[in-house]
């Protein structure tokens, strides 16, 4: 694991800009999925009620499910062992690039899409996909700019390289 860490006078130098994010940024992005997928299963109740329009595949759905939210936690893991904070509103202590970060920038958040995915053929829902299209949208316009302006703030040359080596999603 390269951990690369910013002195606190980095950090408090004279005339340093509030980085405070902005309001959006603050919606956190499990409890966007989260509303995403209630507004499909809602809509879809509302189209088709019980019905599956294309079929339902429950295994092959769980099984995108499982390994969606497997990478997340393999994620959230690799930022506790590294003892940087995972909410990304919250200033990193250490470049995490290990694990599944070493595939991707963004592993939560492609997790999280799958696990979205996942619940959309298991239930037969193409809403479902929708919804976990809609939420890469979100987070790849809004969050993750945010982020990684942050990340190069404070970690400078390092995360650029990391950047330009590993790509935002996979």
């Known amino acids: 694991m390269a951990t690369v860490t910013s002195s606190a006078a980095e ?18 992005p499990p409890r966007i999925a989260q509303a995403l997928m209630a507004a499909a299963v809602a809509l879809h109740a509302a189209l088709w009620g019980i019905e599956a329009p294309l079929g339902r595949l429950p295994a092959v759905g769980a099984l995108i499910a499982a390994a969606g939210a497997a990478w997340v936690l393999w994620a959230w893991w690799c930022f506790r062992r590294a003892a940087t904070p995972v909410l990304p509103t919250a200033e990193p202590r250490v470049l995490v690039d290990e694990g599944p970060f070493r595939y991707g920038r ?17 239930l037969g829902s193409p809403l479902l996909a929708l919804a976990a299209v809609a939420f890469v949208l979100i987070v790849d316009r809004l969050h993750i700019p945010f982020e990684e302006a942050r990340l190069r703030r404070r970690f400078g040359g390092w995360y650029s390289d990391y950047a330009a080596d590993v790509r935002r999603w996979i």
Do not use: E, F, K
Not at 15 to 28: E, F, I, Q
């Open 106 to 122: 963004n592993p939560m958040y492609l997790g999280l899409a799958l696990v979205i995915t996942g619940g959309g053929v298991a």
């Open 11 to 28: 950090a408090a130098s004279p005339g340093a800009v509030d980085r405070s994010p902005p309001r959006w940024v603050t919606l956190r």
